[in-house]
Every structure is written in structure tokens, then in C-alpha cells.
């Protein structure tokens, strides 16, 4: 069978856990936290998955009061006018499922997405399971900061989308609102759409706020934004996510989404529902991460690793050229047999597989377990 992605390996964060796991290794490779939801979460789930009714299909877009609850959450967090529930908000397998949603409904065969790299290994794949073109544009290393103009560049009239991630996977840096008012300056005289992938929204550091795509007018009305349930409440593996975007641009999203999963599970979003109007969660959220940060930076200082900056996400980048100069797979694979700590080499979120001598730990994970990591990592 020809394939339609013969360059496409399997992802890095499968190839990761199963290494992880069959070395017995501390896995800081593939992003998701080794402790559990909010209890309040777990036993609303366990209490609607004892609720009759609650077992069958949601309707299409998502339940009508998670939706309700994400548009008031929204407006809360942003200070913008609360997206319209019924015709603003669909309810995702994830953000994962969103992306896919989003690409397969605006991109079409010959269609430009430009990409900001390093990138989330799925961009580029599915951009071209579409029939789209990726243009890829190198963030500033090792900031990871756009260079608008670079971006400007890039931009041509056969541009249909614009992706950007903030905070941004692997590297934690984040947009500014100064940042997306220059994109919005850029694509005002073009006819692109944004795709921002906001997942990790509640993870910005030192006191600083998230910029969400959805706070400057001239992008919100031009952007599909996604966030994901699984990162801010420790749920990865529920696969809840959603994406806001003006009405036309969500109908287009629907019109995929319905034939893609339908809906998305139904005990979840109720119980999604029972939490998310409690700002808890998502407001200490900054503060739960930052000490996850800091402590595993204080726990590493005594390693031969250079850790980077991190203004938000739970990744933290490292180089490690005074132990090895070996390239980051070699690195990330010896590492984690040798070690027992896996890690992502960050070259796997380039689609030429460039290679800038760095690993991603995820630092989403017990002190407990980061002070073990750290001890090890520490030994080489
Ligand atoms: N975008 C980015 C940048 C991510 O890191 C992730 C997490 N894997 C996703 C999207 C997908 O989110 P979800 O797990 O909700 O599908
Ligand atoms: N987003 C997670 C990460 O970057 C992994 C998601 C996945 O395994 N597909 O590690």
C-alpha cells in the first residue's frame, strides 16, 4: 500500500514511553503528570458514571453546559465578551482531535500553513494528510521567540493558516500580547486564518499572564483557539479538549468533527462541567508548576546539564554538551538506558530532524519523582 506519510516514523512519545518502560526508566519524556485529577474532578465522574442517562452519545458539539461553563470561564480569565456557546464553542477528542478538525476543514490541496519550529510532532503530518504545503519558520534559538519578520516573509497570498502554540512545546516560551499584535498587524491584509494552540494557557510563570489570540480583536476574528482539559487538570488520558472560533469558522469545524469522533465522551464532560466554574483548579495552577520548575532547576543545579529558561509549560529544555557530543536521539536513547530517565530530543519537532544539542524533560510529575530524576541525572 502506498503510504500517504512514508517519511512518518511513530511518534517520538510512543517511541519514548516504550523505551521508558521497558528500561524501568523515570519517564520525563512524554508530557503528562504522574498525579492524579482534583479529587473534586475523580468523584464527579465516578458520580455521573453512576447517573443514569449519562452513558450515551453527547450531542455533536459537546454538552450544551460544558460549553456553557467553558464560555464563562473564558470571559472570566480574559476579560473578552464570552464566546457564544451554541455557535462559538465545540467540545474536541482533545486538542488533538481540534487540530486535526481545524486543518482538515479550512487547508485544501496546495494551501500554505506556516509553522512555527520547533513544532508539536503532529503539525506537519496532518497539515499534509490535507494536502497542504507546512512552511516552516525557525523560532530564535535558544529563546524560541518568533522573528515577525521572518514570519512576514513567509507569508504568501496562497497562505491559508497561521499556527502558533503559546506557551509553546518543547521549549515553555511564551507570546506576548505585544507579540500577537504585531501577527494580527501582519495578517490584516491577508486572507489567512490562526490557528493558536493555547493548551497550556494555565502554565505562565513569574507572574506573568497568558496572551490568548482570543484577547486582540483582528485575531479572534480570524482564529480557531484550542485548549485541552488534559493538561490543566492533570487528566491527559481523558481526551477532553475544545476549540472557540468566530460562528462560520465553527460550523466548518462541525461539519468535520461530526464525522471525525461525533462526540466526545459523555460522563467526562459532565463532570468537566461540575468543575470548571470553580476558578481552583486553574487558578493555582502558575503556582502548583512554577514550584515543579524551580524545585527540579535547584534539583538539577549540581549536574554537568544546562537547563533553559522556562516561562511557562511543564517542559524544560536542557543542553548537555558538557557530558556528551553526541546527537539528542543518540543522547535521549543512551540517557534513558544508561540513566533510567527518558527525555524527548527536541530534534523530533523539526521536520528536517535539526539537531541543537537539546532534550525536553517534563517536569509534570511527583517532587518526589523529579528529586529521583534529579539524583540520577546528576550521577553523569
Ligand atoms: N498541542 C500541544 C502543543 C500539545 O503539547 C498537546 C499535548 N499532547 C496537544 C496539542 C494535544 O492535546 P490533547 O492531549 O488534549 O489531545
Ligand atoms: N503533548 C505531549 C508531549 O508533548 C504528548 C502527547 C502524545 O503523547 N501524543 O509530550
Not at 514511553?17 to 504522574?34: H, K, M, T, Y
Not at 475523580?42 to 453512576?50: I, Y
Not at 467553558?70 to 465545540?90: C, F, L, R
Request: proline share 8%; charged share 15%.
Amino acid at each position: 500500500l502506498p503510504s500517504k506519510l512514508p517519511d512518518v516514523g511513530t511518534s517520538i512519545f510512543s517511541v519514548m514511553s516504550q523505551l521508558a518502560a521497558e528500561c524501568g526508566a523515570i519517564n520525563l519524556a512524554q508530557g503528562f503528570p504522574d498525579y492524579d485529577p482534583p479529587q473534586a474532578l475523580t468523584e464527579a465522574l465516578a458520580r455521573h458514571a453512576r447517573t443514569a442517562g449519562h452513558h450515551q452519545y453527547a450531542p455533536m458539539p459537546g454538552l450544551p453546559r460544558l460549553r456553557e461553563a467553558i464560555s464563562h470561564k473564558t470571559a472570566a480569565v480574559y476579560g473578552v465578551p464570552a464566546p457564544d456557546p451554541t455557535t462559538e464553542i465545540t467540545v474536541t477528542s482533545g486538542a488533538t482531535e481540534a487540530l486535526y478538525a481545524v486543518l482538515a476543514a479550512v487547508v485544501r490541496p496546495g494551501d500554505e500553513v506556516l509553522v512555527l519550529e520547533p513544532a508539536y510532532d503532529l503539525y506537519g503530518p496532518a497539515i499534509r494528510l490535507q494536502g497542504g504545503v507546512p512552511v516552516y519558520v525557525p523560532l530564535r534559538v535558544p529563546e524560541f521567540t518568533p522573528d515577525w519578520d521572518l514570519v512576514q516573509a513567509a507569508l504568501t497570498p496562497r497562505t491559508r493558516l497561521v499556527m502558533i502554540n503559546t506557551p509553546h512545546n518543547p521549549s515553555g516560551a511564551v507570546l506576548t500580547l505585544q507579540d500577537l499584535t504585531t501577527l494580527a498587524g501582519l495578517l490584516a491584509d491577508t486572507d489567512a486564518f490562526l490557528l493558536s494552540d493555547e493548551v497550556y494557557e494555565h502554565m505562565v510563570f513569574d507572574g506573568q499572564q497568558h496572551a490568548s489570540a482570543l484577547q486582540v480583536p483582528a485575531l479572534a476574528e480570524r482564529s480557531f483557539v484550542l485548549s485541552s482539559f488534559g493538561k490543566t487538570y492533570h487528566a491527559t488520558g481523558w481526551k477532553v479538549g475544545y476549540c472557540i472560533a468566530p460562528p462560520l469558522l465553527t460550523a466548518e469545524v462541525r461539519r468535520v468533527h461530526q464525522f471525525v469522533t461525533f462526540a466526545v465522551s459523555t460522563p467526562a464532560q459532565h463532570a468537566l462541567a461540575d468543575v470548571l466554574l470553580e476558578p481552583e483548579q486553574y487558578a493555582t495552577l502558575p503556582a502548583f508548576y512554577q514550584h515543579k520548575r524551580d524545585l527540579f532547576g535547584e534539583l538539577m543545579a549540581g549536574s554537568r546539564f544546562e537547563l533553559l529558561p522556562t516561562p511557562g509549560s511543564y517542559f524544560q529544555l536542557a543542553r548537555y554538551q558538557s557530558i556528551s557530543s553526541e546527537g539528542d536521539v543518540a543522547f535521549a536513547q543512551r540517557l534513558t538506558r544508561e540513566s533510567g530517565v527518558a527525555v524527548i530530543p527536541v530534534s523530533a519537532f523539526y521536520h528536517d530532524g535539526l539537531d541543537h544539542g537539546l532534550i525536553r524533560f517534563c517536569f509534570a510529575k511527583r517532587d518526589d519523582t523529579l528529586a529521583l530524576a534529579a539524583e540520577r541525572l546528576s550521577q553523569i
